[in-house]
Structures are given as C-alpha cells and as structure tokens.
C-alpha cells in the first residue's frame, strides 16, 4: 500500500492557510466577527479529475476546479493562499489514519 503521506510531502509547496475564529455575541447583542489568522502550511494543489467530483456532494461539483492534499490540518470556509491566488475550502476529507487531509478548493480571485 502506497505512504500517502510520503507523497504529499514530495509534491507539497508552501501555501498559506487563513483560519476564522469562531464570532461571539457583545453585551448589546451585536455579532462580532472571528479574526482571522494565518498560517504558512506545506501542500499540494492540482486539477481535479471527473471520478474525484464523485465523491463530493452534488452543490460542490460545480464550483470545485482545483483539489489539496495536506500533512496539516485543514477545514471547511478555510482559505488557502497559492502563487498569488485565493481558493475556499468548499469540503474537507480527513484521512486521520493516513496522516493527511484532503480538500476540494473553489477559486476565489481570477
């Protein structure tokens, strides 16, 4: 059985991973907004294949181009940075007995 894990670090780049914390409700009832907080991971960014569309719910497939594979953890909503351009985390698949996290990535910026 191949080592995923192995692989995802031979074609792993820097990217920066940009997380939300969760918001919280003022005294005067007004929703505050989570900061955002950055961080550089290691993954690998490709296209994605027909049979990976398959695996994801029908309301992605349509906006999901591009898939990551990461030894770091990842969530949905979560953006990612690459070369200059914005991708959401439209879906997330941990592989915890893997060692890594799979995610399909919408692009943001053109």
Partial sequence: MI????????E???????????????DDGDFIQGAPTSATIRAAIQPVKGNQLMDMPEGIRTEAGWM???RSAVAVDDQIIS????YRILFAWPRLEGGFY?????RLTK
């Fill in 3 to 10: 080592d995923v894990a192995i692989a995802i670090d031979g």
């Fill in 12 to 26: 792993a780049v820097n990217v920066t991973l940009t997380t939300t914390a969760a918001g919280s409700y003022n």
């Fill in 68 to 70: 990551l594979w990461s």
């Fill in 83 to 86: 070369g200059g351009i914005v």
């Fill in 102 to 106: 799979r995610a399909a990535l919408g």
